[in-house]
C-alpha cells in the first residue's frame, strides 16, 4: 500500500470568479492507522456547486471552507485496513473525506454502500447526496399533482435530472432549462421530460412560453438569473418555487429580480433549503432512488475526470456548465 496521500487544498479565497490558483496538491505521509479507525481507498470524488459558496468566507449557512486543509467533498471507496469492528478491508463505503485519494477516520459519518446493483460512482449522484435534493425539493416543496407544470432549471445535472424523472413519476408535466441543443435533447429523449428550452439559443422568455401553454405550477431553481426571471413570468397563482442553487451568481455577482411583485400578485410560495437539514428523509428518499436506478427507471449522465490533479480543472469547468450531468473525479 502506498504510504504517500495526495491531497488538494483551498490555499486562497477566490476574488470574483474562482480559480486553479485557489488549490495546491500536496503530498502527506500516511499515519499508522489508532485503535477505532478505518482507512479507505477513495474511488471517487464528487464536485458540486456548493463547493463554490464554501470558498467564500461570506455569511452563509454553513462554515468556510478552512484554508490550508483538503477541499471538502463527498467521496466513496473500499476500505482497506481496520482497526475499528464495524468496517473490515473490502468494505465500500461513502463518507465526505474530501479531495484526497485516502481518507482515515473513526467511522462516524461514514456508511457502508451495496454495489452489487448500484455502481460506486452513483452513491454521489442519484442515490446520493444530489438525488436526495431533488428528491426532498419536489416532493416536500412543490409537491406537484397530476397534470400539473413542473419547470427545472440545470435539468441535464446531477439536481435536475432527478427532479425531472421524478415530476414525471407522480404525473406532472417536466419542462427543463439547458444550455446546448445536446443537453436538450438527452433531457426530452433520454431523461423523459416533455421540453426543454435551450437558455443559450437566445429566446429564453418565448421558447420558455411557448413549452407551458398552462403556465408553471413548480419551478425548481438551481440557477438564479434570466432562467428564474423567465419562469417567475410564467408562474400561476399560488405556484410553488423550491429554490436549491443560485449557481449564476456565486462569482459574487449580484442578481437581482426583474419583476418581483410577481411573488405577491401569483401568492407564490418559494422556499429555500439545504437537504443536510433535513437528514429524517433520507432513508426513505435514498431507499426509493436506489431501486428506481437498480431498475433502470431512473436515468442519469456523469462526466469523469481522471486523477485528483485534474480536480480544480473538472471543478470550475463544471461552474460554467462545461459538464455533462454528475461531474466526478475517478481516484483509481
Request: charged letters at 20%; glycine letters at 12%.
Amino acid at each position: 500500500m502506498s504510504q504517500i496521500n495526495r491531497q488538494i487544498l483551498l490555499v486562497s479565497r477566490p476574488q470574483g470568479a474562482a480559480s486553479a490558483d485557489n488549490f495546491k496538491l500536496v503530498e502527506t505521509p500516511l499515519a499508522p492507522l489508532a485503535d477505532g479507525e478505518v482507512r479507505v481507498r477513495n474511488h471517487y470524488l464528487s464536485l458540486d456547486p456548493y463547493m463554490r459558496g464554501r470558498m467564500s468566507d461570506a455569511k452563509s449557512y454553513a462554515t468556510p471552507q478552512p484554508l490550508n486543509e483538503v477541499m471538502i467533498g463527498g467521496t466513496t471507496g473500499e476500505v482497506i485496513e481496520s482497526k475499528n469492528a464495524a468496517f473490515k478491508p473490502g468494505d465500500k463505503v461513502v463518507g465526505m473525506f474530501g479531495w484526497q485519494e485516502f481518507g482515515t477516520s473513526d467511522g462516524k459519518g461514514l456508511g457502508k454502500i451495496d454495489d452489487t446493483h448500484v455502481p460506486l460512482s452513483a452513491y454521489l449522484g442519484p442515490v446520493g447526496m444530489p438525488g436526495v435534493t431533488a428528491w426532498y425539493g419536489l416532493n416536500r416543496i412543490i409537491a406537484p399533482k397530476a397534470g400539473e407544470t413542473v419547470v427545472v432549471s440545470a435539468a441535464s445535472g446531477a439536481v435536475g435530472s432527478v427532479v425531472g424523472q421524478l415530476a414525471k413519476q407522480a404525473g406532472a408535466r417536466a419542462v427543463g432549462i439547458a444550455g446546448g441543443p445536446d443537453k436538450c435533447r438527452y433531457v426530452v429523449e433520454t431523461l423523459g421530460f416533455d421540453a426543454c428550452v435551450d437558455y443559450k439559443a437566445g429566446n429564453l422568455y418565448q421558447d420558455l412560453k411557448a413549452a407551458t401553454p398552462d403556465g408553471v405550477d413548480g419551478c425548481f431553481e438551481n440557477v438564479g438569473g434570466e432562467g428564474l426571471d423567465a419562469t417567475l413570468a410564467r408562474m400561476n397563482a399560488h405556484g410553488r418555487i423550491a429554490l436549491c442553487g443560485f449557481i449564476a451568481g456565486y462569482d459574487g455577482a449580484p442578481m437581482p429580480l426583474k419583476h418581483p411583485a410577481l411573488l405577491l400578485t401569483q401568492r407564490l410560495l418559494v422556499q429555500g433549503f439545504i437537504v443536510s437539514e433535513h437528514m429524517d428523509v433520507w432513508p426513505d428518499a435514498l431507499k426509493e432512488l436506489g431501486t428506481l436506478v437498480a431498475q433502470k427507471k431512473l436515468q442519469y449522465r456523469e462526466t469523469v475526470a481522471q486523477g485528483l490533479e485534474n480536480a480544480p480543472e473538472a471543478f470550475l469547468g463544471m461552474l460554467k456548465g462545461h459538464n455533462f450531468g454528475k461531474q466526478l473525479v475517478k481516484l483509481i
